[in-house]
């Protein structure tokens, strides 16, 4: 007859094994509700809900850490607005910002198109400005948010201006008009088309494009699709009060202070592009191209006046001009 002490020990095993069928059950249960599925007696829960649970609670598992992961300080500090839209999801998801399920057959959620997280609608207003965007996600360049683009390309700059650029300055800063002269239609769309398909392999040189007004108006045209311009709208007023300044010491450090509330990317454009323009103006008496004429052309492109009136935006052309024109002609002690 057996003891007592191994009557107990029995029991107690006995009683481990009902938990922990009774845990699978519970489990089972909850991804048979969140995937609308019914579970039967009939079928046995180790051939069909063992690959599904393993998949779930990976899912999980790694949802919970990426909501719970600190920002690294090794990495470079930057603020970027998610691009959420509502999306309908196959299969079980989480909320990667508050790690609970996502409930529903339909727009569960919204997603973010550059870099691919995953929220609950009411979640997305409480998510950090982090936005990381990624190639699988970035598939264009042009009209691209700059910010999204050299993240995702993890350049300082776009590639459509440094490429551009390059090519300028190998052979058309002598080229009368240049920036002033048009390039024909077509082949700057097919330029632009390039640069959205093949990206930095896309082929600009001499032997493609003979032309140089071709690549001048594809990088304009570049600057004129971007959805915030290279001077974003919450900097434009202090561009635009910084111009109205007359004392010159004063003026330049207004425009210092404009200058630094860009993003590190729009910045770095920015300075960039002046620079260029700046060697344009050395080759005046060629190209025929002063820092006047030249702010002419890229006042309204690299800036524009945010939620103004007709009226209002026509009134700030000639500051926008000007802007662009002390740009050009102090871009030694600005930047």
């Known amino acids: 007859m057996p003891s007592r002490e191994a009557y107990e020990v029995h029991k ?12 699978d059950a519970n489990q089972e249960e909850i991804l048979a509700a969140a995937l609308g599925m019914r579970v039967g007696p009939q079928k046995p829960p180790g051939t069909i809900w063992q690959p599904l649970k393993l998949f779930a609670y990976s899912q999980l598992t790694s949802l919970v850490r990426r909501a719970t992961l600190k920002e690294s300080v090794a990495g470079p500090k930057y603020e970027k607005l998610h ?14 910002h508050c790690a609970n399920f996502m409930w529903g057959l339909v727009a569960q959620g919204v997603k973010c198109a550059d870099c691919g997280m995953n929220v609950h609608k009411q979640c997305s207003a409480a998510v950090p400005d982090d936005c990381r ?22 350049t300082a700059r776009p590639m459509v201006v440094d490429m551009c650029i390059r090519e300028i300055e190998s052979r058309g800063l002598k080229s009368e008009g240049l920036y002033r002269i048009s390039g024909f239609s077509d082949s700057v769309e097919e330029v632009k088309t390039a640069f959205d ?8 040189s001499v032997r493609a494009y003979e032309d140089i007004n071709i690549i001048t108006g594809a990088l304009k045209l570049y600057l004129r699709d971007l959805p915030v311009p290279v001077i974003s709208y919450d900097a434009y007023p202090r561009f635009v009060e910084a111009a109205k300044i007359d004392e010159p010491e004063k003026k330049l450090e207004a425009f210092r202070e404009a200058i630094s509330l860009l993003a590190p990317s729009h ?13 344009v103006t050395l080759n005046e008496k060629d190209n025929l191209m002063n820092a006047e004429n030249l702010a002419i052309i890229f006042g309204p492109t690299l800036m524009q006046a945010p939620d103004m009136d007709a009226m209002a935006a026509l009134k700030d052309i000639r500051y926008q001009r000007q802007v662009v024109e002390v740009l050009i002609k102090n871009e030694d002690v600005l930047f």
């Not at 965007?133 to 993890?154: E, G």
């Not at 770095?268 to 700046?278: S, W």
């Open 267 to 279: 910045s770095e454009t920015l300075q960039y592009l002046v620079a260029h323009l700046k060697r």
């Open 12 to 23: 107690g095993e006995k009683s481990l094994v009902q938990k922990g069928k009774q845990r």
């Open 83 to 96: 691009s959420f839209k509502v999306h309908t999801f196959r299969g079980p998801h989480w909320c990667e």
């Open 133 to 154: 965007p990624t190639l699988k996600h970035v598939r264009k360049v042009y009209s691209c948010d700059l910010t999204t683009l050299v993240t995702a390309h993890n």
């Open 197 to 204: 398909k093949d990206g930095e392999k896309t082929d600009i």
